[in-house]
């Protein structure tokens, strides 16, 4: 079984400075993926990022990056350059291989409501 | 524009009043799949489908129930609501299901049993 852990229910971060999200995992998966989602006060998921467990760079999309350390088993997103607009609750998920049946599902942690102070 | 789309938006029924939330995709995708969210808890799944009539249970499958008799539609049907299943709906659509596909979310649909 997989599971994700966010232990950060709530995080404040100063407008233009950076902040990390924490996000640590347990799966018995060979390969997996992980993903980080955005839901905003108007309730819609929004993909971020992704990271494949075999991937050898942390991956990046614009002022998101991915710090993947797989032997600690964590995945934390670091937001650059906070904007008022990054106010929301991220989420962290992975998806696991077919052969162990994880890939049917995202699986969520309980997420982190990120407020961007001016 | 690819996108999963979920109908109704928001919606207030009655204890043991059927419903169906409807979700279209429009992107050939071949997996779908029903989340709720509910406060604390993160998304859990309720059913998912890999294709076309193949349809299995989640983690959360008791009182819902699924078809999938064409490729872009996958109604979630609620028999008879209780109001333990009042929360926030996701229906999730990926090209396939290894573990590099990204799932793409409808807007969502936030249900309120009384």
């Known amino acids: 079984a997989q599971k994700i852990t966010q232990t950060q229910p709530g995080m404040f971060v100063q407008e233009k400075e950076a902040v990390t999200l924490d996000c640590t995992y347990d799966t018995s998966d060979p390969s997996y993926g992980l993903f980080w989602y955005k839901q905003p006060s108007s309730g819609e998921m929004i993909f971020l990022i992704y990271q494949g467990s075999y991937d050898q760079q942390n991956a990046t999309e614009g002022r998101y990056s991915l710090n993947f350390q797989k032997a600690r088993k964590s995945a934390n997103l670091v937001i650059s350059a906070s904007q008022l607009g990054d106010s929301a609750m991220y989420f962290c998920a992975m998806r696991g291989t077919i052969s162990s049946g994880s890939a049917r599902q995202l699986t969520f942690g309980s997420g982190t409501q990120l407020t961007v102070l001016p | 524009e690819a996108q999963v789309t979920q109908n109704p938006r928001y919606l207030i029924t009655v204890t043991g009043k059927k419903l169906t939330v409807t979700c279209s995709q429009n992107?050939?995708?071949?997996?779908m799949s029903w989340y709720r969210q509910d406060p604390g808890l993160g998304l859990r799944q309720i059913y998912y489908?890999?294709?076309?009539?193949?349809?299995d249970k989640g983690d959360v499958p008791e009182g819902y129930k699924v078809s999938r008799k064409e490729k872009r539609n996958f109604p979630l049907i609620l028999e008879s609501p209780s109001p333990n299943q009042t929360s926030l709906y996701f229906c999730?659509?990926?090209?396939?299901?290894?573990?590099?596909?990204?799932?793409?979310f409808g807007p969502g649909t936030r249900l309120t049993v009384t």
């Open positions: 999730a659509s990926s090209l396939g299901t290894g573990h590099s596909y990204e799932q793409y």
């Open positions: 992107m050939n995708h071949e997996y």
């Open positions: 489908s890999m294709n076309v009539e193949v349809t």
